[in-house]
Nanobody, 115 residues
Framework: QVQLVESGGDSVQPGGSLRLSCAAS????????MSWYRQARGKERELVAR???????NYADSVKGRFTISRDNDKNTVYLQMNSLKPEDTAIYHC?????????WGQGTQVTVSS
């Protein structure tokens, strides 16, 4: 059974940092592209970062240079290091994997950036 569990969300001031974690079970993250999405209140869910099975990464323009996606295959966990956080980064962050015809999502973790 595929399961994704996010953690690490918090309330921080602008300029602060957070590291989100996505613990996966039921499959091996090394075999699939893993993604972080976010959804702010009243907005559509958007792709933040993706790491494919070969280790290549891509980022939304709005987070390039500030966020870093990585994975630890031994721990079957994906991370999102977020630096220089801005108020517009406030959202619920979700982990995602697409396996076959199915899309799997975690429950999300809240990130709030406010002074």
């Amino acid at each position: 059974q595929v399961q994704l569990v996010e953690s690490g969300g918090d309330s921080v001031q602008p300029g602060g940092s957070l590291r989100l974690s996505c613990a996966a079970s039921g499959f091996s993250i090394s075999s699939y592209a893993m993604s972080w999405y976010r959804q702010a209140r009243g907005k559509e869910r958007e792709l933040v970062a993706r790491i494919n099975s070969g280790g290549s990464t891509n980022y939304a323009d709005s987070v390039k240079g500030r966020f870093t996606i990585s994975r630890d295959n031994d721990k079957n966990t994906v991370y999102l290091q977020m630096n220089s956080l801005k108020p517009e980064d406030t959202a619920i962050y979700h982990c995602n994997v697409h396996i076959g015809a199915l899309n799997y999502w975690g429950q999300g973790t809240q990130v709030t950036v406010s002074s």
